[in-house]
């Protein structure tokens, strides 16, 4: 990672960072869940932020997403792909980081028979073996020098998909088998699929992992912008309003840096006109709104009123508010669970650690807002 062109526009977040790899090194916990809606900066925070660092204290860092390895339609080829992705980059991480010498190592795997296998199908073709994540686990954390730190990125795709039981079982068995070597930190952006994955009783993980939220940004990210474009520009921006729009645009980094590198290229936009150039830009996409067009009237409204932060959503006041709009007499709490059971699983709302309600995808939250709708 270190020889890529460092971006200028991205904001460390160096504290969060060493409070996290440091409570991992030390030994208060061995698993971390970050928890955030959809564009918040998790993917950027483990590769840009926690991955030099954990480097420099000494772990080898192993990352994977497992959402971006949608290479087929249907759910159950999903999982063997998602599988083989998994265990394939499990063994790269051993061979090439690890530094074990490549024979080595599948020669010891090739040898064990355990259950829950799946195949791995290796580059060359020429060494099919069977082996499963405990199994990798295991052999990473017996050969490894140096402790082990494991970004696992959209965990929750693991509960969504079908089929997957069997590796999550075998994952789970290598992480709390080798905890003292191989540390880990899950995101998640489901509280849908992460509930499923850590917080029921059967759940395959648990009470596994300590589950945090991801931190907004704060003003100093809007001022360390706000510097940028003062040293390119030759002009300052007032950094109040700066960010004020930043709150607005429900702290979502990647409209700031836009808004940020529209007025740098064109230094003659007023700050609210690079504002609507970035919403035209980024905008809603043009899936979200067929969603949107199949949605119903109550469900359009409850959505509405989380997006303005509502939460007591069940409450007599509320439920006569949404009967008003929708010129019905009453509205049952139980057709209110229901909605939000369906928009939950549409991952359209989503909870934090705390429970709270969220619109799960920050872009869409803005779009609710600002186009009203
Ligand atoms: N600290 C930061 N400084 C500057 N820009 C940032 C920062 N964090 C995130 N961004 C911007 O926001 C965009 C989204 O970040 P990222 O992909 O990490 O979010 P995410 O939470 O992983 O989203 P998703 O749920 O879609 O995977 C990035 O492409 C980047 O442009
Ligand atoms: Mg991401």
Redesign the pocket.
């Known amino acids: 990672m270190s020889n890529i062109t460092k971006d200028p ?5 160096t504290e969060l960072a060493e409070r996290l790899v440091v409570s991992l090194k030390d030994g208060i916990s061995h698993a971390l869940t970050l928890f ?10 483990l590769l ?1 932020d926690i991955k030099p660092l954990a480097e420099k204290m000494g772990f080898h860092v192993c990352y994977f997403s497992f ?1 971006d390895t949608f290479i087929s339609g249907d759910n159950q080829a999903q999982g063997t792909d998602i599988q083989q992705a998994f265990c394939q980059a499990l063994s790269t991480f051993l061979t090439k980081t690890v530094q074990v010498k490549l024979n080595k190592a599948l020669g010891k795997i090739k040898t064990v028979e355990i259950a829950g296998m799946v195949g791995v199908g290796l580059d060359n073709g020429k060494l099919p073996v069977q082996t499963s994540p405990s199994r990798l686990l295991q052999e990473i954390a017996e050969t490894s020098q140096k402790p082990v730190l494991m970004l696992f ?2 965990i929750q795709e693991l509960a969504r998909i079908k089929g997957m039981q069997a590796l999550v079982k075998s994952l789970r068995t290598g992480l709390d088998m080798y905890q003292s070597k191989i540390k880990v930190i899950f ?1 998640g ?1 489901s509280t849908n699929g992460l509930r499923t994955m850590f917080n029921d009783s059967k759940a395959p993980f648990f009470h596994f992992a300590h589950a945090l939220n991801f931190p907004n ?1 704060g003003r100093d ?1 809007t001022d360390f912008l706000a510097d940028i474009y003062q040293q390119r520009v030759g002009k300052g921006l007032d950094k109040t309003v700066f960010f004020t729009i930043f709150q607005r645009l429900n702290y ?3 409209y700031m ?1 836009t808004i940020t590198q529209n007025l740098i290229i064109d230094p003659e936009l007023s700050l609210e006109q690079a504002v609507q150039k970035t919403l035209d830009e980024i905008g809603f996409q043009n899936e979200n709104v067929q969603q949107w067009q199949q949605l119903s009237e109550l469900e359009r409204q409850i959505l509405r009123l989380i997006a303005q932060g509502k939460s007591a959503l069940y409450s007599q006041d509320t439920r006569q508010q949404l009967a008003n709009l929708l010129g019905v007499e009453q509205i049952s709490s139980s057709t209110i669970q229901g909605k939000m059971r369906k928009l939950e699983r549409a991952d359209l709302i989503t909870r934090g650690v705390g429970d709270e309600l969220k619109i799960n995808q920050p872009q869409f939250q803005t779009w609710l807002i600002e186009n009203k709708i």
């Open positions: 526009l991205y904001y460390p977040r955030a809606p959809r564009r918040m900066g998790k993917t950027q925070f840009q959402m990125d959209e995101t952006s940004l990210f979502t980094p990647l840096r």
